[in-house]
């Protein structure tokens, strides 16, 4: 059964330190997505990657957010240095590379910044 | 700009009545479309989509939604509601103009009683 791993589920950290968020998408998938939900914003769109080139990073606060693909089998999201408005969860989704296909939500990780 | 729309924050709902979920979305054409569930603690996960075709369509765990071009909706419905269905639901749209985008809107909590 393929799914999207996130680690870690859970991060607290206190504020200024580094996060680092991974994810591993489905095998075969060339298309992945960072989300941030919280209550007030829902669920956003951070930034997404299609053969590991990022195509639309505009909804992710430069200054500090920076998001990755080492390989085709990790996507990594950072922040750095991070603040108690950071404090979401962040999901990585994967697909296909098409508007019309289904995304694979992951787990999520529940960041709490203090 | 193209958005998503659900008017519905939250809706509760006795066990085996009707449920109507909304949603509207802006845009020229008819964009693909999407129903995701989200359970507690989860990730999102496909109920049904559309992109053509028979206008209901028919998605897993008993839910149909039936687009309407007249009116920019794709509403999501169930006859019989089960406890289990007690989740956050997300209407979403895929377009594709130059490059493929995606939008969610900000989602509808469904409570069941008993």
């Known amino acids: 059964d393929a799914r999207v791993t996130q680690t870690p589920r859970d991060k607290v950290t206190e504020m200024g330190q580094e996060v680092t968020m991974r994810c591993q998408p489905i095998?075969?998938?060339?298309?992945v997505f960072w989300y941030r939900q919280t209550m007030m914003q829902g669920l956003e769109l951070l930034a997404y990657?299609?053969?590991?080139?990022?195509?639309?990073d505009s909804g992710m606060p430069k200054d500090r957010f920076s998001a990755e693909m080492p390989d085709a089998t990790l996507a990594t999201l950072k922040i750095q240095p991070s603040e108690p408005r950071d404090s979401a969860v962040y999901f990585c989704?994967?697909?296909?590379?098409?508007?019309?296909?289904?995304?694979?939500f992951g787990p999520g990780t529940r960041l709490t910044v203090l | 700009a193209q958005s998503v729309t659900q008017p519905d924050i939250h809706i509760t709902v006795s066990e085996g009545a009707s449920l109507e979920l909304r949603c509207n979305y802006s845009?020229?054409?008819?964009?693909?479309l999407f129903w995701y569930v989200q359970s507690p603690g989860q990730g999102l996960q496909l109920l049904l989509k559309?992109?053509?075709?028979?206008?209901l369509v028919q998605g897993i765990k008993g839910f149909e939604a039936e687009f309407k071009r007249s009116q920019s909706s794709f509403n999501l419905r169930k006859p019989s509601v089960h406890w289990s269905d007690a989740a956050e639901y997300f209407c979403?749209?895929?377009?594709?103009?130059?490059?493929?985008?995606?939008?969610f809107g900000t989602g509808t909590s469904l409570t069941v009683i008993p």
């Open positions: 989704a994967s697909g296909l590379a098409g508007a019309r296909d289904e995304q694979f």
């Open positions: 095998l075969g998938h060339n298309t």
């Open positions: 990657f299609r053969n590991r080139a990022p195509l639309d």
């Open positions: 845009y020229g054409a008819t964009p693909y």
């Open positions: 559309y992109f053509s075709g028979d206008t």
């Open positions: 979403a749209v895929g377009v594709h103009e130059g490059r493929n985008q995606f939008y």
